[in-house]
């Protein structure tokens, strides 16, 4: 089993940055795919960035693209998501998840789930 564990989220203005964190343990796989998904309250969980297990492929949701990184570190077997320029939209829960040999933006490749940070953007 794969235990996962965000940190980073907080309240932040308009325009601020935080930057995500998320630690991997336990059966834990330096192969896979991390991603991050976001849920906002009333609105289904949504992709927001994936990397693979060597940083070949990285993928993007369109509403943050230049303005969100995300990379990962193999030899701490932690992911981050580094997030500027935030806007009011990006309020939600930030989930880290791991899984996939394959990088994919599909929530339903990802087996292992953290609990979620909340990021919060004030206008």
């Known amino acids: 089993q794969v235990q996962l564990v965000e940190s980073g989220g907080g309240l932040v203005q308009a325009g601020g940055s935080l930057r995500l964190s998320c630690g991997a343990s336990?059966?834990?796989?330096?192969?896979?795919?991390m991603g991050w998904f976001r849920q906002a309250p009333g609105n289904e969980r949504e992709f927001v960035a994936a990397i693979s297990w060597n940083g070949g492929e990285i993928y993007y949701a369109d509403s943050v693209k230049g303005r969100f990184t995300i990379s990962r570190d193999n030899a701490k077997n932690m992911v981050y998501l580094q997030m500027n320029s935030l806007k009011p939209e990006d309020t939600a829960v930030y989930y880290c998840?791991?899984?996939?040999?394959?990088?994919?933006?599909?929530?339903?490749?990802?087996?292992?789930w953290g609990q979620g940070t909340q990021v919060t953007v004030s206008s």
């Open positions: 336990g059966v834990f796989s330096r192969m896979y795919t």
């Open positions: 998840a791991a899984g996939p040999l394959i990088a994919t933006t599909k929530a339903n490749g990802y087996k292992n």
